[in-house]
């Protein structure tokens, strides 16, 4: 199965261009929070810093990608790669953290923290696989040259 190159561009930008203006926005409320919120922003920065590089990486690829720029498929699929392993790091972290509870805390629900994670992997990595296999198909090397 194969995407067309217009839904590809287009789905990215705006989806990368969305988490950076809710990326934007959370930074500007947890700053105008409090001291204990500007204290985690200032923990976390290197970590922000980073995921806002990845998803302007998806913006950029994004865009490539609607204007058949060679360099934006490339971007595209490392993009996609790079979200792969953060979604799949996140949820095994989230499952792991739920393997060691709190002694006095109540046992952890873990058909409704793998049915979470079901839900929200199998759903990125599939967009993200598809997209992948169309970027690589000679239809979108002959567009891209």
Known sequence: ???PLGFIGWFFTLISAGALLLAAALIVILWNAGDLQRRYLGYSIWNDLVLAAIWVLGLAGGIGVLRLEPWGRYLTELFCWA???LVLLS???RLHALRQPNPDA???NWLGAIAGAT???IPILA???VTI???RSP???KAFS
């Open 91 to 93: 949820a095994a972290s």
């Open 83 to 85: 979200l792969t392993v």
């Open 106 to 108: 109540p046992p952890a």
């Open 127 to 129: 967009i993200c696989a």
């Open 119 to 121: 839900l929200v992997l």
């Open 133 to 135: 296999v169309t970027l």
């Open 139 to 141: 239809e979108a090397m």
């Open 1 to 3: 199965m194969e995407l």
